[in-house]
């Protein structure tokens, strides 16, 4: 999995198996995370969010989990399809009150579905 | 909906020359952000507009950069004189008010010879 601020990683599964994508993050008062997809050639695309007074939330095929003990954060995704393929990062926001001036990135995990 | 737009998609140059980016946020939206993606960095913000006036330019590397917001519709970013280390993918992004989720464009890949 990825950490803000490591190199990028790589994560290949098989098409129609589920992924999960892990995110390290450092600040122990960010209270907003968010995911985001990368596909080739393209801006990030939002995925889910999740604020600190959750440790779930699901969306469609995706789920966030958040583990504020170890300051970890994962991205699950079910069912893989090969339009999953794409660099994902995880952010943080260090700012309280909100503002995404706040977010910090990760440097992403590049994702690949096999056929 | 037609998103953030940017321009140009590609942009080579050289090693001198002002290159200007351009960026049309999403209608409505009132704050403006731009970012420069590179591999050994990754995304890092450069500078963010909120109603059209310069918020905080802290991650501007320094003063071959400049950018402006002269309306709710239009904002651009200059490099000049460019340099090679400034290629990178730079990203224009917008939201409203203090709203955390960001919208992003497709991105300018910036090539300085």
């Known amino acids: 999995g990825e950490s803000v601020g490591l190199h990028l990683p790589t994560l290949s599964v098989q098409e129609g198996d589920n992924s999960i994508i892990n995110c390290a993050y450092s600040n122990s008062a960010s209270d907003y995370f968010i995911w985001y997809k990368q596909e080739s050639g393209k801006g990030p695309q939002f995925i889910i969010d999740i604020r600190s007074n959750m440790d779930k939330r699901q969306g469609q095929r995706v789920t966030v989990l958040l583990n504020k003990t170890v300051k970890h954060l994962s991205l699950q995704i079910a069912a893989t399809q090969p339009g999953d393929s794409a660099v994902y990062f995880c952010?943080?926001?260090?700012?309280?009150?909100?503002?995404?001036?706040?977010?910090?990135f990760g440097k992403g995990t590049h994702l690949i579905i096999q056929p | 909906d037609a998103g953030v737009i940017q321009s140009p998609r590609h942009e080579v140059t050289e090693m001198g020359q002002e290159v200007t980016l351009r960026c049309k946020p999403i209608?409505?939206?009132?704050?403006l952000f731009w970012y420069r993606q590179t591999m050994m960095r990754g995304l890092e913000l450069l500078i963010y507009f909120n109603n059209n006036v310069p918020i905080d330019d802290s991650g501007m590397p320094e003063d071959r950069f400049s950018a402006k917001m002269p309306n709710a519709s239009f904002s651009t970013l200059k490099i000049q004189p460019s340099e090679p280390r400034d290629s990178a993918v730079y990203f224009c992004?917008?939201?409203?008010?203090?709203?955390?989720?960001?919208?992003f464009g497709s991105g300018t890949q910036l090539s300085v010879l």
């Open positions: 209608s409505g939206h009132n704050s």
């Open positions: 992004a917008s939201n409203v008010g203090s709203n955390e989720k960001l919208f």
């Open positions: 952010a943080e926001n260090r700012r309280s009150g909100g503002g995404a001036d706040g977010l910090t």
